[in-house]
């Protein structure tokens, strides 16, 4: 069982990045996908979520409007489009797994990805 999370970078404020995580070794449209941030000496928050259908979202009040969480069952793959970066916005991202309902504490999640790093900086 595996998560492979991808697409961190360094962007410009105002910039867009779009983060991909892949699941391998399990059905994952039986799983809900959360995606979370930690940043440097701050602990790990939930920043958006889906649940194993799609039917249902999840957004931190940082990132309402700016991010948007989406999966596509057929691919195993669930992405973060992230718009309008701001500074605060720079954390290690991590995409995780949980059965059907996604929940926004970290120690619900059964799988987790290695993580990616997004840099806002000019």
């Known amino acids: 069982v595996q998560l492979q999370a991808s697409g961190g970078g360094l962007v410009q404020p105002g910039g867009s990045l779009r983060l991909s995580c892949a699941a391998s070794?399990?059905?994952?449209?039986?799983?809900?996908i959360g995606w979370f941030r930690q940043a440097p000496g701050k602990e790990r928050e939930c920043v958006a979520a889906?649940?194993?259908?799609?039917?249902?979202?999840y957004y931190a009040d940082s990132v309402k409007g700016r991010f948007t969480i989406s999966r596509d069952n057929a691919k195993n793959t669930a992405d973060l489009q992230m718009n309008s970066l701001k500074p605060e916005d720079t954390a290690v991202y991590y995409c995780?797994?949980?059965?059907?309902?996604?929940?926004?504490?970290?120690?619900?999640?059964?799988?987790w990805g290695q993580g990616t790093l997004v840099t806002v900086s000019s």
């Open positions: 995780a797994a949980r059965r059907y309902t996604y929940r926004t504490q970290e120690r619900y999640y059964d799988y």
């Open positions: 070794g399990f059905t994952s449209d039986d799983y809900a």
């Open positions: 889906i649940t194993y259908d799609g039917g249902s979202t």
